[in-house]
């Protein structure tokens, strides 16, 4: 059963930092892109970050350029989401998903991935 699993949200102040994880198990994440999306009340889901299955794409929304940086660990099955100068604008339920693909391959849409987790709360807010 192919499953992906979000951790780390929470509440943290303005400028402050948070490292998600998205654990997969069914399925091993060395042939997958990975991307990590938000979507915040009244809006629509909106792509994030990108990372390709071998690491060697990674694509970034213009909001988070510069403060949020996405990682894997393959031995742990593991894709990381490390966000720093967090803003209340980043306010969202945060998803993972995962695409089988060719190794530079990555993308931003909802649209292109097939496999989701259940997504993690987090709130920016002093």
């Known amino acids: 059963q192919v499953q992906l699993v979000e951790s780390g949200g929470g509440l943290v102040q303005p400028g402050g930092s948070l490292r998600l994880s998205c654990a997969a198990s069914g399925f091993t994440l060395d042939y997958y892109a990975i991307g990590w999306f938000r979507q915040a009340p009244g809006k629509e889901r909106e792509g994030v970050l990108c990372?390709?299955?071998?690491?060697?794409?990674?694509y970034y929304s213009d909001s988070v350029k510069g403060r949020f940086t996405i990682s894997r660990d393959n031995a742990k099955n593991t894709v990381y989401l490390q966000m720093n100068s967090l803003k209340p604008e980043d306010t969202a339920v945060y998803y993972c998903?995962?695409?089988?693909?060719?190794?530079?391959?990555?993308?931003?849409?909802?649209?292109?991935?097939?496999?989701w987790g259940q997504g993690t709360q987090v709130t920016v807010s002093s």
């Open positions: 990372i390709s299955s071998s690491d060697a794409s990674t």
């Open positions: 998903a995962a695409e089988f693909a060719g190794s530079s391959w990555c993308g931003l849409s909802p649209n292109e991935f097939d496999y």
